[in-house]
T-cell receptor, first 115, second 108 residues
C-alpha cells in the first residue's frame, strides 16, 4: 500500500459546525503533514507531525486543530471556520522528517466548503 | 525571503516539440529541489528531485547554481504530459515550499 487516503473527499460545513478531516497511511511513515491549497494556488504547509508529535505549526489559527492518534492516522479538527477557509486540504506523509532523501507522498485531498 | 519562482502560469506547446518549464530559487547554499506534477483528477506526485539526477517520463532537470535555476525539460512533448507542474524546495528537513505552478498544455 503506497497511498495516503483522505476522507471525506468533499465536506460542506456551516461556520458554527464542528467537523474533522481524516488521513491514513500504511507505509510505516513517521512524518505526516497537513497542507492547504486555495484555488489556483500552490499548497501551503500548515502542520507537521514527527513521530506522533507536533513539530511544525505554521502559525495556523486555532480554529484548525490537528491530532495524530497514532503513527498511521492524522486528523484535522475544524471548528468555527470562516468562508475564506474553503480550500483543498492535503494530507501527506514521508518516511521521517530528518532525511532529505525522503519522498513526500500526498493524498487526493479533502475539498472543504464553509458556508 | 527564500522563494521558489515559476515565471510562467501557462505554457502551451505542440506534441513532439521540446518543453522547458522554468524554475528559479532564492535559497542560499545547496537547496533540495523537486518537481511535482498533478495530472487532471489525480493527486500531487513527485516527478523528480535534483539529488537523484534521474530522468522520469523523459523529463530531466539540472540544478544551475550560477543562475539559481532548476528548469524542467523534455525533448519531445507528449499529450499525456498535460498537467500542472510545481517546482518545490525543501526548507529545513520538513517544510516543502512550492512555486506558483505552471499549467502545461500539449496541443495535438
Amino acid at each position: 500500500d503506497t497511498e495516503v487516503t483522505q476522507t471525506p473527499k468533499h465536506l460542506v460545513m456551516g461556520m458554527t459546525n464542528k467537523k474533522s478531516l481524516k488521513c491514513e497511511q500504511h507505509m510505516g511513515h513517521r512524518a505526516m503533514y497537513w497542507y492547504k491549497q486555495k484555488a489556483k494556488k500552490p499548497p501551503e504547509l500548515m502542520f507537521v507531525y514527527s513521530y506522533e508529535k507536533l513539530s511544525i505549526n505554521e502559525s495556523v489559527p486555532s480554529r484548525f486543530s490537528p491530532e495524530c492518534p497514532n503513527s498511521s492516522l492524522l486528523n484535522l479538527h475544524l471548528h468555527a471556520l470562516q468562508p475564506e477557509d474553503s480550500a483543498l486540504y492535503l494530507c501527506a506523509s514521508s518516511q521521517e522528517t530528518n532525511s532529505f532523501a525522503d519522498t513526500i507522498y500526498f493524498g487526493e485531498g479533502s475539498w472543504l466548503t464553509v458556508v | 525571503a527564500q522563494r521558489v519562482t515559476q515565471p510562467e502560469k501557462l505554457l502551451s506547446v505542440f506534441k513532439g516539440a521540446p518543453v522547458e518549464l522554468k524554475c528559479n530559487y532564492s535559497y542560499s547554499g545547496s537547496p533540495e529541489l523537486f518537481w511535482y506534477v498533478q495530472y487532471s483528477r489525480q493527486r500531487l506526485q513527485l516527478l523528480l528531485r535534483h539529488i537523484s539526477r534521474e530522468s522520469i517520463k523523459g523529463f530531466t532537470a539540472d540544478l544551475n547554481k550560477g543562475e539559481t535555476s532548476f528548469h524542467l525539460k523534455k525533448p519531445f512533448a507528449q499529450e499525456e504530459d498535460s498537467a500542472m507542474y510545481y517546482c518545490a524546495a525543501l526548507q529545513g528537513a520538513q517544510k516543502l515550499v512550492f512555486g506558483q505552478g505552471t499549467r502545461l498544455t500539449i496541443n495535438p
